[in-house]
C-alpha cells in the first residue's frame, strides 16, 4: 500500500519540480531585441580595439560596463535630455569607480563598510522614482564587482592598474554610448527617441519608504557588507565571487516574487560554471598560445555583454548568467586558472546566491507577517 502510495507520488513530486524549471527557463520571445545587441557590439568593439592597440586590456572591464550600464540607463527623448542624464550617472559611476579601486588594496574593515554604505545608499535611492531606483541597482552591482577586480589586481604582482585609468576607461565607455546616441540622434532628423529599455520603468516620481522596505533596504546592505567582510576578512581564495554572486542574486525589492529570484539564483550559478570552464582554457598555455587565449576569452566576453542586451527580457535567468559570465571571465583573466580555482570560484558562487535566496526569502516572510498585523490591527 506505502509503495503503491510512493510510486504514485514521485511523478506528482517530479512533475512539481519541471513545473518550477518551466517556470525559471520560461521564454518571452517577445522581450528578444537583436537591433539592441547589435548597436552594443558595435560601439564594444572600440574599447576592445583600442585596449588591445596599447597594450591595457585591464581596463577593458571598466569600459565596457561603462557603456552597458549607461545603455540601461538611457532614459530616451531628446538628445539633450538624455545627454545631460546620462552624464549625470556616468559622473557618479566614476566616483563609485574610483572609491572601488581605490579601497581594493585595504584592509578588509574599509570593504565592508564601504560596500554597506554604497548598497544602502542605492536602497535609499527609491525615494526619488523608481527609474533612478534602477540606476543605483546598476551602480551599486559595478561598485562591487569593481571591488573584486581591484583586489585581484592588488594581488597579481605582474600587472599594473591605476585607478585613475579604471575611472577613464569607465568614463570612457559612458561617453561612447553618449557619442552614439549623438549620432543617431542626428541620423533620425534630431527627433525625440524612445528609452533604448522600455521594458525598465521610466517613472521618476518621488516615493514613500515604508517600513518594510527601509527593512528590506537595511537588510540588503547588511548582506552585501557581510559577505564582503566573509569574502576579504577571512581571505578566502577567490572569495570575492561570494559579494558578486550575491549582489547579481539580490532581488531590488520585497515586491518581487521568488521566481525572480530564484531566476537571478540560476542565472549566477550558470554563469559562473561557464566562466569557470572558460576560464581553465589558457590554463595550461604559455607564449603566443596563451596570448591568443586570453584575447579570445576577451572576445567570447563582449559577445556574452551583447547577448545579455539582446536576451534581456526574453529570460532573466539566461540574462543573468551571461552578465555574470562576462563580468567573471573579465575580473579572472588577468591571473592564469587551475581545476582548484575552479572549484572555490562555484563554491563561493553557490554560497552567494544562497545567502542573498535565503534573506530574501526571510525578509518575504517579514513582510507577510507585517501586512497580517496592520490587517489584524485594522
Known amino acids: 500500500m506505502s509503495s503503491a502510495t510512493e510510486r504514485d507520488g514521485r511523478p506528482v513530486h517530479r512533475g512539481k519540480v519541471m513545473s518550477w524549471l518551466s517556470k525559471v527557463f520560461e521564454l518571452n520571445h517577445a522581450g528578444v531585441n537583436w537591433r539592441r545587441a547589435v ?32 545603455s540601461l540607463a538611457d532614459p530616451g527623448g531628446g538628445f539633450g535630455y538624455r545627454a ?14 574610483a572609491l572601488a579601486f581605490g579601497i581594493g588594496g585595504e584592509a578588509w574593515g574599509w570593504l565592508a563598510l564601504a560596500a554597506f554604505v554604497v548598497t544602502l545608499v542605492a536602497g535609499l535611492a527609491l525615494t526619488f522614482g523608481v527609474h533612478r531606483f534602477v540606476n543605483a541597482m546598476l551602480l551599486n552591482v559595478w561598485f562591487i564587482v569593481a571591488v573584486g577586480l581591484a583586489f585581484n589586481l592588488h594581488h597579481a604582482a605582474r600587472i599594473t592598474s591605476y585607478t585613475w585609468a579604471q575611472v577613464v576607461a569607465w568614463a570612457g565607455g559612458a561617453a561612447l554610448w553618449i557619442l552614439m546616441t549623438f549620432v543617431e540622434w542626428l541620423i533620425r532628423g534630431r527627433r525625440d527617441l524612445p528609452q533604448p529599455f522600455v521594458e525598465i520603468p521610466g517613472d521618476t516620481s518621488h516615493k514613500k519608504l515604508t517600513p518594510p522596505v527601509v527593512v528590506f533596504v537595511v537588510l540588503r546592505a547588511l548582506v552585501i557588507g557581510g559577505t564582503v567582510a566573509l569574502a576579504f576578512g577571512l581571505d578566502l581564495q577567490y572569495g570575492y565571487w561570494i559579494p558578486i554572486a550575491a549582489i547579481i542574486a539580490m532581488k531590488p525589492n520585497l515586491e518581487q516574487s521568488t521566481l525572480v529570484s530564484a531566476q537571478r539564483l540560476s542565472g549566477a550559478f550558470i554563469g559562473a560554471i561557464a566562466a569557470a570552464l572558460l576560464l581553465l582554457l589558457p590554463a595550461s598555455e604559455t607564449g603566443l598560445r596563451f596570448f591568443a587565449m586570453t584575447r579570445g576569452l576577451e572576445v567570447v566576453a563582449l559577445v556574452l555583454f551583447v547577448h545579455a542586451v539582446g536576451i534581456r527580457f526574453l529570460n532573466y535567468a539566461l540574462y543573468s548568467a551571461a552578465i555574470a559570465a562576462g563580468a567573471l571571465i573579465l575580473a579572472d583573466l588577468p591571473q592564469p586558472s587551475h581545476y582548484a580555482a575552479e572549484g572555490y570560484r562555484v563554491l563561493w558562487t553557490v554560497c552567494g546566491a544562497g545567502i542573498s535566496l535565503v534573506v530574501m526569502l526571510l525578509a518575504g516572510l517579514l513582510a507577510k507577517r507585517a501586512a497580517q498585523r496592520q490587517q489584524r490591527s485594522a
Not at 572591464?61 to 561603462?66: D, I, N, T, V
Not at 552624464?87 to 569607480?97: S, Y
Open 39 to 70: 548597436v552594443f557590439l558595435d560601439v564594444g568593439l572600440v574599447p576592445l580595439i583600442v585596449f588591445w592597440a596599447i597594450g591595457h586590456e585591464v581596463y577593458l572591464l571598466s569600459a565596457l560596463f561603462g557603456m552597458l550600464f549607461t
Open 84 to 97: 545631460s542624464h546620462n552624464a549625470v550617472f556616468a559622473l557618479i559611476g566614476a566616483g563609485i569607480t
